[in-house]
Protein backbone atom coordinates (compact mmCIF):
# COMPACT_ATOMS: atom_id res chain seq x y z
CA UNK A 1 0.00 0.00 0.00
CA UNK A 2 1.50 3.84 -1.30
CA UNK A 3 0.99 6.64 0.13
CA UNK A 4 -1.56 7.64 -1.76
CA UNK A 5 -3.76 4.56 -1.06
CA UNK A 6 -3.15 4.83 3.00
CA UNK A 7 -4.44 8.50 2.80
CA UNK A 8 -7.51 7.08 0.38
CA UNK A 9 -9.30 9.33 -2.21
CA UNK A 10 -5.82 10.65 -3.94
CA UNK A 11 -5.21 7.88 -6.36
CA UNK A 12 -7.40 8.93 -9.43
CA UNK A 13 -5.69 12.56 -9.17
CA UNK A 14 -2.51 11.04 -8.67
CA UNK A 15 -3.25 9.32 -11.73
CA UNK A 16 -3.96 12.15 -13.88
CA UNK A 17 -1.16 14.10 -12.69
CA UNK A 18 -0.55 16.94 -14.63
CA UNK A 19 -3.69 16.08 -17.17
CA UNK A 20 -5.69 17.06 -14.75
CA UNK A 21 -5.39 20.66 -15.48
CA UNK A 22 -5.72 20.41 -18.67
CA UNK A 23 -9.23 18.39 -18.23
CA UNK A 24 -10.95 20.80 -15.72
CA UNK A 25 -9.04 24.07 -17.63
CA UNK A 26 -12.92 25.24 -18.39
CA UNK A 27 -13.95 25.03 -14.44
CA UNK A 28 -13.84 28.96 -14.04
CA UNK A 29 -17.43 29.51 -13.00
CA UNK A 30 -17.24 29.10 -9.26
CA UNK A 31 -13.70 30.80 -8.85
CA UNK A 32 -15.78 34.45 -8.79
CA UNK A 33 -17.99 33.24 -5.85
CA UNK A 34 -15.37 31.94 -3.70
CA UNK A 35 -13.25 35.02 -4.46
CA UNK A 36 -16.53 37.32 -3.75
CA UNK A 37 -17.72 35.08 -0.65
CA UNK A 38 -13.97 35.34 0.88
CA UNK A 39 -14.17 39.47 0.36
CA UNK A 40 -17.62 39.66 1.79
CA UNK A 41 -16.55 37.60 4.95
CA UNK A 42 -13.45 39.91 5.34
CA UNK A 43 -15.27 42.87 4.66
CA UNK A 44 -17.49 42.05 7.57
CA UNK A 45 -15.07 41.13 10.14
CA UNK A 46 -12.77 44.46 9.35
CA UNK A 47 -9.76 42.43 8.17
CA UNK A 48 -7.77 42.51 5.02
CA UNK A 49 -6.34 38.94 5.30
CA UNK A 50 -8.48 35.54 6.79
CA UNK A 51 -7.42 32.44 7.49
CA UNK A 52 -8.48 30.03 4.89
CA UNK A 53 -8.50 26.09 4.74
CA UNK A 54 -9.47 24.67 1.38
CA UNK A 55 -10.04 20.77 1.26
CA UNK A 56 -9.64 19.14 -2.14
CA UNK A 57 -7.50 21.94 -3.12
CA UNK A 58 -6.02 20.16 -6.27
CA UNK A 59 -3.22 21.84 -8.01
CA UNK A 60 -4.06 25.33 -6.64
CA UNK A 61 -6.83 26.60 -8.80
CA UNK A 62 -8.22 28.53 -6.26
CA UNK A 63 -5.35 28.48 -3.44
CA UNK A 64 -3.42 30.40 -5.87
CA UNK A 65 -6.31 33.43 -6.83
CA UNK A 66 -7.29 33.16 -2.41
CA UNK A 67 -3.27 34.02 -1.69
CA UNK A 68 -3.08 36.37 -4.51
CA UNK A 69 -5.80 38.48 -2.72
CA UNK A 70 -4.17 38.61 0.05
CA UNK A 71 -5.25 35.49 2.39
CA UNK A 72 -3.17 32.69 4.60
CA UNK A 73 -4.57 29.64 2.75
CA UNK A 74 -3.63 25.76 4.35
CA UNK A 75 -4.42 23.95 1.12
CA UNK A 76 -5.30 19.72 1.66
CA UNK A 77 -5.04 17.37 -0.53
CA UNK A 78 -4.50 13.31 -0.87
CA UNK A 79 -2.74 13.74 -3.41
CA UNK A 80 1.17 14.60 -3.86
CA UNK A 81 1.05 15.10 -7.80
CA UNK A 82 -1.62 17.82 -7.64
CA UNK A 83 0.08 19.43 -4.37
CA UNK A 84 3.41 19.65 -6.11
CA UNK A 85 1.76 21.58 -8.81
CA UNK A 86 0.08 23.81 -6.19
CA UNK A 87 3.46 24.39 -5.12
CA UNK A 88 4.78 25.13 -8.22
CA UNK A 89 1.84 27.36 -9.09
CA UNK A 90 2.15 29.56 -5.38
CA UNK A 91 5.73 29.53 -5.94
CA UNK A 92 5.34 31.25 -9.73
CA UNK A 93 2.68 33.55 -8.65
CA UNK A 94 5.17 34.96 -5.64
CA UNK A 95 2.29 33.68 -3.18
CA UNK A 96 4.07 30.76 -1.32
CA UNK A 97 4.99 31.95 1.47
CA UNK A 98 0.78 32.42 2.07
CA UNK A 99 -0.19 29.21 1.35
CA UNK A 100 0.88 26.06 2.85
CA UNK A 101 0.67 22.52 0.92
CA UNK A 102 -0.86 19.68 3.46
CA UNK A 103 -1.16 16.18 2.30
CA UNK A 104 -3.95 14.31 4.01
CA UNK A 105 -7.53 13.58 4.56
CA UNK A 106 -10.11 15.86 4.95
CA UNK A 107 -11.30 12.75 7.21
CA UNK A 108 -9.03 13.42 9.71
CA UNK A 109 -9.21 17.26 9.86
CA UNK A 110 -8.42 17.19 13.00
CA UNK A 111 -5.45 15.67 12.91
CA UNK A 112 -3.73 18.39 10.02
CA UNK A 113 -5.76 21.99 11.60
CA UNK A 114 -5.86 23.02 14.86
CA UNK A 115 -9.10 24.18 16.41
CA UNK A 116 -10.44 27.12 16.13
CA UNK A 117 -7.66 28.70 14.04
CA UNK A 118 -9.70 29.16 10.62
CA UNK A 119 -12.11 31.86 9.50
CA UNK A 120 -13.19 30.13 6.60
CA UNK A 121 -13.28 26.34 5.04
CA UNK A 122 -14.07 26.05 1.29
CA UNK A 123 -15.37 22.37 -0.36
CA UNK A 124 -14.52 23.31 -4.37
CA UNK A 125 -15.52 21.12 -7.18
CA UNK A 126 -17.65 19.21 -5.48
CA UNK A 127 -14.93 17.33 -3.23
CA UNK A 128 -17.38 16.79 -0.41
CA UNK A 129 -18.56 13.80 -2.62
CA UNK A 130 -15.74 11.90 -2.38
CA UNK A 131 -16.84 11.86 1.80
CA UNK A 132 -20.67 11.67 1.22
CA UNK A 133 -20.91 8.92 3.88
CA UNK A 134 -18.79 10.68 6.26
CA UNK A 135 -19.88 14.06 5.97
CA UNK A 136 -21.68 14.27 9.35
CA UNK A 137 -18.01 13.72 10.52
CA UNK A 138 -16.64 15.83 8.24
CA UNK A 139 -18.77 18.99 9.24
CA UNK A 140 -18.56 17.91 12.97
CA UNK A 141 -14.79 18.83 12.32
CA UNK A 142 -14.95 21.70 10.25
CA UNK A 143 -16.81 23.39 12.55
CA UNK A 144 -14.42 22.77 15.42
CA UNK A 145 -11.26 23.90 12.90
CA UNK A 146 -13.32 27.29 12.32
CA UNK A 147 -13.38 29.95 14.89
CA UNK A 148 -16.92 31.24 16.23
CA UNK A 149 -18.69 32.40 13.37
CA UNK A 150 -16.68 31.29 10.90
CA UNK A 151 -18.04 30.24 7.61
CA UNK A 152 -18.33 26.95 5.59
CA UNK A 153 -18.87 26.84 1.61
CA UNK A 154 -19.10 24.02 -0.93
CA UNK A 155 -20.73 23.04 -3.35
CA UNK A 156 -22.62 19.20 -5.02
CA UNK A 157 -24.08 17.39 -7.37
CA UNK A 158 -27.59 15.70 -7.10
CA UNK A 159 -29.01 14.89 -10.65
CA UNK A 160 -32.60 14.60 -11.19
CA UNK A 161 -33.86 11.57 -12.93
CA UNK A 162 -33.93 13.23 -16.41
CA UNK A 163 -30.09 14.04 -16.21
CA UNK A 164 -29.82 10.81 -14.91
CA UNK A 165 -31.33 9.45 -17.69
CA UNK A 166 -29.85 11.62 -20.64
CA UNK A 167 -25.86 10.65 -19.44
CA UNK A 168 -26.04 7.01 -17.86
CA UNK A 169 -23.32 5.46 -19.54
CA UNK A 170 -22.65 7.43 -22.13
CA UNK A 171 -19.27 9.09 -23.40
CA UNK A 172 -19.92 12.70 -23.84
CA UNK A 173 -16.92 15.09 -25.01
CA UNK A 174 -15.97 17.54 -22.69
CA UNK A 175 -12.57 19.52 -24.32
CA UNK A 176 -9.05 18.79 -26.84
CA UNK A 177 -5.58 20.67 -26.50
CA UNK A 178 -3.07 20.42 -28.70
CA UNK A 179 0.33 19.65 -28.50
CA UNK A 180 3.39 19.71 -30.13
CA UNK A 181 3.40 16.72 -31.65
CA UNK A 182 -0.52 16.11 -31.42
CA UNK A 183 -3.84 16.68 -29.51
CA UNK A 184 -5.03 15.14 -26.16
CA UNK A 185 -8.95 14.54 -25.98
CA UNK A 186 -11.30 14.41 -22.81
CA UNK A 187 -14.45 12.57 -22.51
CA UNK A 188 -16.55 11.57 -19.66
CA UNK A 189 -18.62 8.82 -19.35
CA UNK A 190 -21.44 9.33 -15.91
CA UNK A 191 -22.60 5.67 -14.43
CA UNK A 192 -25.16 5.47 -11.91
CA UNK A 193 -25.45 2.71 -9.62
CA UNK A 194 -28.60 3.06 -6.98
CA UNK A 195 -28.21 -0.46 -6.10
CA UNK A 196 -23.94 0.44 -4.48
CA UNK A 197 -25.70 4.01 -2.08
CA UNK A 198 -24.21 4.54 0.68
CA UNK A 199 -27.69 5.13 1.97
CA UNK A 200 -31.45 4.82 0.97
CA UNK A 201 -32.77 7.51 -1.68
CA UNK A 202 -28.86 8.09 -2.75
CA UNK A 203 -26.75 7.39 -5.72
CA UNK A 204 -23.04 6.04 -6.31
CA UNK A 205 -21.42 7.60 -9.26
CA UNK A 206 -18.76 6.67 -11.60
CA UNK A 207 -17.05 9.39 -13.51
CA UNK A 208 -14.84 7.75 -15.74
CA UNK A 209 -12.12 9.98 -17.36
CA UNK A 210 -10.99 9.26 -20.94
CA UNK A 211 -7.52 11.25 -21.55
CA UNK A 212 -6.61 9.95 -25.66
CA UNK A 213 -3.53 11.95 -27.14
CA UNK A 214 -3.06 11.05 -30.69
CA UNK A 215 0.09 11.50 -32.94
CA UNK A 216 -0.93 14.35 -36.10
CA UNK A 217 1.64 16.18 -38.20
CA UNK A 218 0.17 19.85 -37.10
CA UNK A 219 -0.25 21.01 -33.89
CA UNK A 220 1.44 24.05 -31.48
CA UNK A 221 3.43 23.73 -28.15
CA UNK A 222 1.08 24.48 -24.95
CA UNK A 223 2.56 27.65 -23.00
CA UNK A 224 0.62 27.78 -20.10
CA UNK A 225 0.87 23.90 -19.74
CA UNK A 226 3.56 22.45 -21.74
CA UNK A 227 2.62 18.51 -22.07
CA UNK A 228 4.72 15.57 -22.61
CA UNK A 229 3.77 13.67 -26.12
CA UNK A 230 3.10 10.02 -25.38
CA UNK A 231 4.83 7.55 -27.91
CA UNK A 232 3.82 6.71 -31.22
CA UNK A 233 0.48 6.44 -32.18
CA UNK A 234 -2.37 6.74 -30.03
CA UNK A 235 -2.08 6.57 -25.96
CA UNK A 236 -5.07 5.92 -23.61
CA UNK A 237 -5.71 6.49 -20.37
CA UNK A 238 -8.96 5.92 -18.32
CA UNK A 239 -9.40 7.36 -14.61
CA UNK A 240 -12.22 6.64 -12.45
CA UNK A 241 -13.66 8.63 -10.08
CA UNK A 242 -15.58 7.20 -6.95
CA UNK A 243 -18.52 9.25 -5.92
CA UNK A 244 -21.51 9.30 -3.74
CA UNK A 245 -24.48 11.44 -3.89
CA UNK A 246 -27.73 12.12 -1.43
CA UNK A 247 -30.82 14.45 -2.09
CA UNK A 248 -29.85 18.38 -1.42
CA UNK A 249 -31.82 18.21 1.75
CA UNK A 250 -29.61 15.81 2.98
CA UNK A 251 -27.37 18.21 2.73
CA UNK A 252 -29.37 20.42 5.18
CA UNK A 253 -29.42 18.23 7.56
CA UNK A 254 -26.41 17.30 7.85
CA UNK A 255 -25.43 21.21 8.15
CA UNK A 256 -27.85 21.73 10.53
CA UNK A 257 -26.89 18.71 12.74
CA UNK A 258 -23.23 19.80 12.91
CA UNK A 259 -23.80 23.26 14.62
CA UNK A 260 -24.28 25.34 11.59
CA UNK A 261 -26.50 27.94 9.98
CA UNK A 262 -27.31 28.25 6.92
CA UNK A 263 -26.99 31.58 5.46
CA UNK A 264 -27.82 31.01 1.73
CA UNK A 265 -28.00 27.88 -0.73
CA UNK A 266 -27.73 28.61 -4.54
CA UNK A 267 -28.58 26.66 -7.44
CA UNK A 268 -26.16 27.97 -9.68
CA UNK A 269 -22.73 30.07 -8.88
CA UNK A 270 -24.47 33.03 -10.16
CA UNK A 271 -26.25 33.39 -6.40
CA UNK A 272 -29.41 31.96 -8.16
CA UNK A 273 -31.40 30.86 -5.19
CA UNK A 274 -31.73 26.77 -5.27
CA UNK A 275 -34.66 25.67 -7.29
CA UNK A 276 -36.41 21.38 -6.93
CA UNK A 277 -35.30 21.10 -10.48
CA UNK A 278 -31.19 22.58 -9.83
CA UNK A 279 -28.55 19.83 -10.38
CA UNK A 280 -26.14 21.63 -8.59
CA UNK A 281 -26.53 23.41 -5.00
CA UNK A 282 -23.83 25.68 -3.27
CA UNK A 283 -23.94 25.85 0.59
CA UNK A 284 -22.85 28.68 2.70
CA UNK A 285 -23.28 28.05 6.35
CA UNK A 286 -21.79 30.11 9.59
CA UNK A 287 -20.53 28.21 12.75
CA UNK A 288 -23.18 28.72 15.41
CA UNK A 289 -22.15 30.60 18.49
Known sequence: MDAVDAIGGGEAYEELGE????????????????????AAAAADLGRDTLDIVELGAGSGRIT?????????VTAIDASPAQLDRLRSRAAGA????????????????????????ADIVLVPFRGMLHVTPERDAVLAAIREVLRPGGVVAYDVFHPSAPQVEVTHGRWLHRREELTKGGRWR?????????ELAAEPGGLKLEVDVRCRWKKSRRGRQLDALPLADPPDGTHERITRLDLQLVPAERWAISLTDAGFEIDGTYGWFNGRPLGPDDDDSIWVARRAQ
Open 186 to 194: FQERATYLP
Open 94 to 117: DVDTRTCAVLGDMRKLAELVPAGT
Open 64 to 72: VPLAQAGHR
Open 19 to 38: LYDVWCAEVVEDLPFYLGLV
